[in-house]
């Protein structure tokens, strides 16, 4: 059976005859560890898209047409189809388990691997768009100027343009962090045991089917969390990395 798609047993569960607020604290445990694959999850996926969406806002701008237009035309399709079509995609589709045999390896079945796949790839569309813009920004006359100084294309782009657009960047990689890891409920889909696949089983079972509030509002509460240190890490880090005044002039 697939590690990640748990079957849920309320016995293993404690304080089945408790408040709700009581069930949800004693099995905070539970939920703890779907918050940990939720994390991972988000980690990996975001990852994968900078791996592929960084070369790929690279050749939208400096790529021939034979690369930039298959590039394009993907990036159109992934950020116009919606997230539960592409994971159903990867998941019953695409063999990815096949391709990218991880779970030999780790304990992660395809669900796990499915999803990663479709956030990564849907995250590589957008971050392709925002690394483009990034890109762009640095103004022409850099380039010029690299070049004039013997460096090549390459050696200009490398050193010149990407430290630079890395940096301006971080803003917009902020948001795109955000959604990727706020998607990562709709891994629900796949049966992925995340934070809110296991906040549904909680309140699933039949002595508390009216702990949805409460699992709910705690799930709630453990993304916002995430998502204020994750902004508030990147705010920090896009001021220790910004653009100093003139650099760019």
């Known amino acids: 059976m697939d590690p990640l798609l748990v079957g849920f047993d309320p016995s293993v569960l404690g304080l089945t005859q408790a408040s709700d607020w009581q069930y949800i604290w004693a099995n905070r445990g539970y939920l703890f560890n779907g918050m940990i694959l939720t994390i991972a999850l988000t980690l990996v996926s975001v990852v994968l898209g900078f791996l592929l969406g960084f070369p790929a806002g690279t050749i939208e701008v400096y790529g021939g047409p034979l690369l930039r237009v298959p590039v394009k035309v993907l990036g159109v399709v992934l950020r116009g189809t919606p997230i539960l079509v592409i994971f159903m995609f990867t998941f019953f589709v695409l063999p990815i388990t096949d391709w990218f045999p991880i ?74 962090f955000t959604i990727v890891l706020k998607d990562t409920s709709i891994a629900i889909a796949l049966g992925l045991a995340e934070l809110l696949t296991r906040s549904y089983n909680l309140f699933q079972t039949a002595e508390h089917t009216g702990a949805a509030l409460e699992a709910l509002l705690f799930i709630s509460a453990i993304y916002f969390v995430l998502t204020f ?10 001021e220790v990395y910004r653009v100093p005044t003139g650099e760019s002039s």
Do not use: C, K, W
């Open 103 to 176: 779970h030999r390896v780790l304990p992660v079945g395809s669900a796990f691997v499915a999803a990663i796949f479709g956030l990564g790839f849907r995250s590589a569309a957008y971050q392709a768009q925002l690394f483009r813009g990034a890109i762009q920004s640095v103004t022409a006359g850099q380039m010029e100027a690299a070049r004039s100084v013997g460096l090549t294309q390459l050696q200009a782009i490398r050193h010149v343009v990407v430290p630079q657009a890395l940096r301006r960047s971080i803003p917009g990689f902020q948001n795109e």
């Open 229 to 238: 240190a994750t902004n508030r890490g990147l705010d920090y880090l896009g």
